[in-house]
């Protein structure tokens, strides 16, 4: 009878444990695997900022702006600060992108939050119902291990 128990036991342990690690992907896992967000994804690995998103430590928010925002920044901007020498100013702003905690809307509703530039983030409510920050309009969340992820239309500068 014990045998059984023991047996039984190990069996919901095991399946616990693959649901858990299975739940869900790393936050650049989701980025990378998103077509909308495919130039993020790039510039995360140029400036290092890939290994903050993998999981590993605190839970993150990040805004991850869109390809189309991207394209937003117009001709060869968008090239020259992923050049080499410009590394430091692509990574800070990137880095005001990333928002510590793991939030679902409403915590980013009720303010008081910066972002890991320093930067004070001051989300609104918009008549659409859709969470603002500037005019930016954030997407649904995705949701990874690490973090969630929310697509925006708009670049913080």
Do not use: W
Request: with cysteine; hydrophobic share 40%.
């Amino acid at each position: 009878m014990k045998f059984i128990f023991y047996r039984l036991a190990f069996a919901m342990l095991l399946v616990i444990t693959i649901t858990t690690n299975c739940s869900a992907p790393s936050m650049l896992s989701s980025i990378a695997s998103n077509p909308q967000l495919s130039s993020i994804a790039g510039l995360l690995k140029q400036t290092g900022l890939d290994k903050t998103l993998l999981g590993g430590g605190s839970p993150l928010t990040f805004l991850a702006p869109t390809n189309d925002a991207l394209s937003k920044l117009g001709g060869s901007a968008l090239t020259d600060l992923a050049k080499p020498e410009n590394l430091g100013n692509l990574t800070n702003m990137l880095k005001k992108h990333i928002i510590p905690g793991n939030l679902d809307p409403t915590a980013l509703l009720a303010g008081g939050l910066t972002g890991q530039g320093g930067n004070p983030l001051n989300f609104i409510k918009g008549a659409d119902g859709k969470v603002k920050l500037g005019d930016m309009t954030l997407g649904d969340p995705i949701k990874s291990k690490g973090g969630t992820i929310y697509p925006v239309d708009g670049i913080i500068q």
